[in-house]
């Protein structure tokens, strides 16, 4: 089959940084013609030693106007895909889907005020493509960015998160931004400590918020653990808080991981 007849492309590692023995982060070149909207994913193969390919999804931490492709990834143990994907290093090849996939994007949501992005672990990706995309700045008056990790040194990329604000695109828009690190087996200053769910239910987490959940304002995204997804959509379903479908708009999108 020609290059140009496949269904992926060949993309150079440019960059494999570690953040904890079991994640880390990667960065690739762009293929010019590999489009996407803030939130999507790619599918992604690696090589195997006996010349099988093995495919994931993952989502894109980069957003639609950078020349490269930046993902954040867990390992998990004896895994079959991050086995391998934690082998690689600067120079080597991973493969991409020439599409991209995924519905959890802003045109979800046609209406409301206050966006909330709740995510676990990795499942942070999506949403720094979204906050990176000048789209979601001018859509929403407030956006508050909820980030679940097991400990502090788990919590990554927090400095584009604090330089969010120094963007120029973004300068004047940049107070909209909260930003509600929590931190589950410890606790950490400037951090909240439990889990999402434990935070809605509490009133914990509005309260830190200082905006409160409602149908009427609130457009929630979801990522991460497929667990939290369910309990927090049935906690925000209580507040008659429901699925955005196509035939049907609503306030919750979702993206389970797993
Ligand atoms: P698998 O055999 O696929 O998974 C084994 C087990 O590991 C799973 O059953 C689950 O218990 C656990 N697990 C899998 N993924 C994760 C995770 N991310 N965090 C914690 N535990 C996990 N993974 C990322 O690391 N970053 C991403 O941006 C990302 N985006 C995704 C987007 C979508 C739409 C989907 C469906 C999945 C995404 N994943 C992401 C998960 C990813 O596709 C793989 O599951 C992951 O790379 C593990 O692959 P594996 O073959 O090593 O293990």
């Known amino acids: 089959m020609t290059a140009s007849a496949e269904k992926f492309t060949r993309q150079t590692l440019l960059d494999v940084t570690p ?14 013609g590999f489009r996407f909207q803030a939130g999507q994913f790619a599918r992604l193969g690696v090589t195997k030693a006996d010349g099988s390919v093995v495919w994931r999804a993952y989502s894109m931490v980069s957003s639609p106007y950078d020349e490269f ?34 519905y959890l994007t802003l045109d979800r949501f046609v209406d ?27 859509k929403f008056e407030r956006i508050v960015l909820v980030y679940s990790a097991r ?4 919590l990554a990329y927090q400095a584009l998160i604090a330089g969010l604000a120094e963007r120029d695109y973004l300068a004047e828009h940049a107070h909209k931004l909260l930003y509600l690190p929590t931190v589950t087996r410890e606790q950490h200053p400037g951090a909240l400590t439990g889990r999402i769910t434990q935070l809605i239910d509490s009133g914990e987490l509005e309260q830190a918020a200082g905006l409160e959940i409602s149908p009427e304002h609130s457009r929630v995204m979801i990522c991460g653990n497929p667990q939290m997804i369910d309990d927090t959509r049935a906690l925000l379903k209580r507040r008659e808080l429901r699925l955005s479908l196509s035939r049907k708009p609503g306030q919750v999108a979702v993206e389970n991981y797993w």
């Open 151 to 154: 400990e502090a040194k788990e």
């Open 112 to 138: 409301g005020r206050d966006l909330w992005l709740l995510s676990t672990g990795t499942g942070v990706a999506p949403f720094l493509s979204i906050l990176q995309d000048f789209e979601v700045w001018e």
């Open 69 to 102: 492709l930046e993902f954040f990834s867990i390992v998990v143990p004896d895994g079959e895909f991050t086995s391998e994907l934690s082998r690689l290093r600067e120079g080597d090849t991973l493969l991409v889907d020439r599409q991209a996939f995924g």
């Open 19 to 32: 953040l904890t023995p079991s994640l880390f982060t990667l960065r690739t070149t762009r293929d010019p």
